[in-house]
């Protein structure tokens, strides 16, 4: 059978015909007719449009054009194998659903992504810069009464790609937050509390104004927002009370036009091996149950399988019925003489657990969690002293790169509620900061030595000596730079002690010593 490409453009035709002739021509029309146009031409150059075709080539021989799949079977074109060997554009970032619907299904998923999020938040970040202990204070305990919501936002945006979080005051009226920031009155507010939502739930842009400002930290940003909270209501918001989070980047072509400027899913990328795990786990959950067939022979089975009628299904289930009603009493099985019982055993399960390990330490290296994400293993994390080091250099990397414009917008609209003019520094802390101290102490101890020597011995006096141990443990550094100054003290004290010295006294002191060793 040939392709009639013809009667397609006939049809078509038709179809656009009855739309003009039914409706006024408007811009969906012409999108239509355009699509219309656009698919016919792929079509025809399609060798999947023309499956189970006979294409004759230019050199006279004829091409045979079939495909079979089955995706229950996942064998043909629906084979799994080439699915995980093959990439495209196919992502499956926007598809919020199926992120949804793992998060609730699978743990490991749901560890994956609330697991980071947590430690992000947990680790807290060191002020700097905030003279007034008491201000500095208040602003910590903010902090800490939004750490949950904090959670969330880091939460949902690495589940679908972006969340916010709308800064709300206790003071102001709806009308005000279509306005900028009126630092006046949130200076007068009592109570800050932030609504988190995801990128799919009740966010819109109004339009396409961006922020031009290039000294804001939301510079290219959307200006305004249309939030839809839980109740229904809709609100009008301006970009100074919105909480705006990214997750992973991705390249500007995708990022501004597919993503509409947020970021991937956490997902995309471990799509295949979280489908690859489940398969895994599905297909170890077949052999173990498959490992032990039981064998019933009885007379006259294969007429009662034969049989359609309702006294054979009857018949049959009673037979099943009696043998299994005996393994209630001590898993005995009570049969007649003339039956025949046999039991064949599947030993091949030893390397199952090994093969499941390793699945499981890949997931983990997808995810950047070696050694965290299931846990303390026998042979895992418990003997990879590293393992923690590397999560929390992953969580450090998490948080320069996507928690802290959040982090820093909060803490910028905090200072001006408490009336703090300093300008928003901070460090995120490690989660290893007990280990870290401990062995940042033995290294201050390592160092007081060498200085002890070096005061000792007159290299350095009491005041340099309190300089650099100082330095070293604020700011981690070794630093026995001498200025000019104190070189020129130090030849000046060595020429004294050397004009102080002696020679004649000295020279008595040796020619004693030698006469009474002689």
Not at 79 to 93: L, M, Q
Not at 130 to 145: C, F, P, T
Not at 365 to 373: D, F, I
């Given at each position: 059978?040939?392709?009639?490409?013809?009667?397609?453009?006939?049809?078509?035709?038709?179809?656009?015909?009855?739309?003009?002739?039914?409706?006024?021509?408007?811009?969906?029309?012409?999108?239509?007719?355009?699509?219309?146009?656009?698919?016919?031409?792929?079509?025809?150059?399609?060798?999947?449009?023309?499956?189970?075709?006979?294409?004759q080539d230019s050199d006279g021989k004829i091409r045979i054009l079939d495909a079979y799949g089955n995706q229950l079977s996942s064998i043909g074109t629906d084979?799994?194998?080439?699915?995980?060997?093959?990439?495209?554009?196919?992502?499956?970032?926007l598809n919020w659903a199926l992120w949804t619907a793992l998060y609730n299904d699978s743990w490991v998923f749901k560890r994956v992504i609330d697991k980071p999020s947590q430690d992000m938040v947990r680790g807290g970040i060191t002020i700097?810069?905030?003279?007034?202990?008491?201000?500095?204070?208040?602003?910590?305990?903010?902090?800490?009464?939004?750490?949950?919501?904090?959670?969330?936002?880091?939460?949902?945006?690495a589940l679908y790609g972006g969340s916010v979080g709308v800064m709300m005051f206790d003071n102001l009226n709806d009308e005000d937050y279509g306005q900028p920031l009126n630092t006046n009155k949130i200076k007068q507010a009592k109570t800050m509390r932030i609504y988190t939502t995801d990128r799919w739930y009740g966010v819109a842009v109004i339009n396409n104004d961006v922020v031009s400002n290039m000294n804001s930290i939301d510079y290219g940003k959307p200006k305004m927002y249309?939030?839809?909270?839980?109740?229904?209501?809709?609100?009008?918001?301006?970009?100074?009370?919105?909480?705006?989070?990214?997750?992973?980047?991705?390249?500007?072509?995708?990022?501004?036009?597919?993503?509409?400027?947020w970021g991937y899913a956490e997902g995309a990328h471990i799509l295949?091996?979280?489908?690859?795990?489940?398969?895994?786990?599905?297909?170890?959950?077949?052999?173990?149950?498959?490992?032990?067939i039981e064998v019933i022979k009885m007379p006259g089975m294969r007429g009662i399988f034969l049989g359609?009628?309702?006294?054979?299904?009857?018949?049959?289930?009673?037979?099943?019925?009696?043998?299994?009603?005996?393994?209630?009493?001590?898993?005995?099985?009570?049969?007649?003489?003339?039956?025949?019982?046999?039991?064949?055993?599947?030993?091949?399960?030893?390397?199952?657990?090994?093969?499941?390990?390793?699945?499981?330490?890949?997931?983990?290296?997808?995810?950047?969690?070696?050694?965290?994400?299931?846990?303390?293993?026998?042979?895992?994390?418990?003997?990879d002293v590293d393992a923690l080091q590397r999560y929390d250099d992953t969580i450090q990397n998490r948080c320069d790169s996507y928690y802290r414009p959040v982090l820093e917008k909060l803490l910028t609209t905090l200072y001006k509620m408490y009336d703090i003019n300093a300008a928003v520094d901070?460090?995120?802390?490690?989660?290893?900061?007990?280990?870290?101290?401990?062995?940042?102490?033995?290294?201050?101890?390592?160092?007081?030595?060498?200085?002890?020597?070096?005061?000792?011995?007159?290299?350095?006096?009491?005041?340099?000596?309190?300089?650099?141990?100082?330095?070293y443990s604020q700011n981690g550094k070794i630093n026995f730079e001498f200025n000019e100054q104190e070189v020129n003290e130090l030849k000046n004290k060595s020429e004294e002690e050397m004009e102080n010295i002696d020679l004649d006294n000295v020279w008595e002191n040796e020619n004693s010593t030698k006469e009474n060793i002689l």
């Open positions: 059978m040939s392709v009639n490409t013809q009667l397609i453009d006939t049809l078509i035709s038709s179809t656009l015909s009855k739309i003009e002739n039914g409706r006024q021509v408007n811009k969906f029309q012409l999108d239509v007719e355009s699509h219309a146009n656009e698919i016919l031409k792929y079509a025809k150059e399609s060798d999947a449009f023309m499956n189970n075709q006979q294409i084979d799994k194998v080439e699915y995980f060997s093959s990439y495209g554009f196919s992502n499956s970032t700097n810069g905030i003279d007034d202990k008491q201000k500095e204070k208040k602003i910590y305990m903010e902090l800490k009464r939004k750490s949950f919501d904090l959670i969330q936002i880091l939460q949902w945006g249309q939030i839809t909270f839980a109740d229904g209501k809709t609100l009008k918001v301006h970009h100074d009370y919105i909480l705006r989070y990214e997750h992973r980047t991705a390249p500007k072509l995708i990022k501004t036009g597919q993503l509409q400027g295949n091996e979280l489908s690859r795990d489940e398969q895994l786990r599905t297909s170890i959950q077949s052999l173990v149950n498959k490992a032990l359609a009628d309702e006294e054979n299904q009857t018949q049959l289930q009673k037979r099943l019925e009696q043998v299994n009603w005996g393994r209630t009493f001590n898993s005995l099985t009570f049969l007649d003489k003339e039956d025949e019982y046999q039991q064949n055993q599947f030993s091949g399960l030893t390397g199952l657990s090994d093969l499941l390990e390793k699945e499981m330490w890949q997931i983990s290296a997808a995810v950047e969690m070696q050694g965290v994400l299931f846990g303390d293993l026998k042979q895992g994390f418990s003997n901070f460090n995120f802390n490690s989660l290893l900061a007990k280990k870290q101290d401990e062995e940042r102490m033995d290294g201050i101890k390592k160092f007081i030595e060498t200085l002890s020597t070096l005061l000792s011995d007159g290299v350095i006096d009491t005041s340099k000596y309190a300089q650099i141990l100082t330095n």
